[in-house]
C-alpha cells in the first residue's frame, strides 16, 4: 500500500544551522505532497505541499521539491531558529481520493540557541 | 476564536467505559476527519466525512463509530474503551482547493484509557 516514511528523530541543531529532513514516498500514481509542524502543545498545520513532479513548495524559509525519480520530498531550511523546534510530517494525498492523508511517522527537531 | 475546536482536551477513564470526542468548526468546510497519533507511528486515519450523509471508514475504524450531527460537528465515540486507545485524537476539516485540499487541525484531545 501506499504509505510515507521519514528520517527517525530526534534532530538536534545549533541555532542558524542547515536542516533536512528525509522523506520518501511510495504509493502507485502520482499523489500530492505536503509537510505539515506540529508545535509543543498544538494541532498540525500545513507548511508547504507540492502537487506534481519538480514543483517546488515553499514557506517561512522552508523548501521542499517534489522528486518523481528519487519519491522524495525533503525538507530543507538555510538557516534554523529556535522558534523552528517542532515535529515534522510528511504526507501524501491522492486527488481521487478525497483528500485522505497518509502521514510519515514524523521527525522531532530541537534547535538549541 | 479557534477554527476547528475540540473537547475535551484531555479525558482519562476506565477499561469499558464508553467515550466521545466532539468537534466543531467554523470554517464552513464539507470534509471532516478523525486521526489518532501514536508515538513513532504519525497519525493514522479513522474515519472521514465529505458532508453529513456520507461517513467513511478509515485505515484504523475498529473500535470507533462516528456521528455527523451537522456540517459544522463531527463526534467520535469509543463504545467500549480499551487501553490501547490511549492516544492523542485530531479532528481536521478540508475543502477542495484545485488539485488537493489542506487539511486544518484542531488542537487534539489527549485520551487515556486506564
Known amino acids: 500500500g501506499d504509505s510515507v516514511t521519514q528520517m527517525e528523530g530526534p534532530v538536534t541543531l545549533s541555532e542558524e544551522a542547515f536542516l533536512t529532513i528525509n522523506c520518501t514516498y511510495t504509493?502507485?500514481?502520482?499523489?500530492?505532497l505536503f509537510w505539515y509542524v506540529q508545535y509543543p502543545g498544538e494541532g498540525l498545520q500545513l507548511l508547504l505541499k507540492?502537487?506534481?513532479?519538480?514543483d517546488k513548495g515553499s514557506n517561512k524559509g522552508f523548501e521542499a521539491t517534489y522528486r518523481k525519480e528519487t519519491t522524495s520530498f525533503h525538507l530543507e531550511k538555510g538557516s534554523v531558529q529556535v522558534s523552528d523546534s517542532a515535529v515534522y510530517f510528511c504526507?501524501?494525498?491522492?486527488?481521487?481520493?478525497?483528500?485522505?492523508?497518509?502521514f510519515g511517522q514524523g521527525t522531532e527537531l530541537s534547535v538549541k540557541p | 476564536d479557534a477554527d476547528v475546536t475540540q473537547t475535551p482536551r484531555n479525558r482519562i477513564t476506565k477499561t469499558g467505559k464508553r467515550i466521545m470526542l466532539e468537534c466543531s468548526q467554523t470554517?464552513?468546510?464539507?470534509?471532516m476527519y478523525w486521526y489518532r497519533q501514536d508515538p513513532g507511528l504519525g497519525l493514522r486515519l479513522i474515519y472521514y466525512?465529505?458532508?453529513?450523509?456520507?461517513?467513511n471508514k478509515g485505515e484504523i475504524s475498529d473500535g470507533y463509530s462516528v456521528s455527523r450531527q451537522a456540517q459544522a460537528k463531527f463526534s467520535l465515540s469509543l463504545e467500549s474503551a480499551i487501553p490501547n486507545q490511549t492516544a492523542l485524537y485530531f479532528c481536521?476539516?478540508?475543502?477542495?482547493?484545485?488539485?488537493?485540499?489542506?487539511?486544518?487541525f484542531g488542537p487534539g484531545t489527549r485520551l487515556t484509557v486506564l
Open positions: 481536521a476539516t478540508s475543502e477542495r482547493q484545485g488539485p488537493t485540499d489542506t487539511q486544518y
Open positions: 507540492a502537487t506534481k513532479a519538480d
Open positions: 470554517k464552513g468546510h464539507d470534509r
Open positions: 466525512s465529505f458532508d453529513v450523509k456520507d461517513i
Open positions: 504509493a502507485t500514481g502520482y499523489p500530492s
Open positions: 504526507a501524501l494525498s491522492f486527488y481521487n481520493q478525497g483528500g485522505k492523508l497518509i
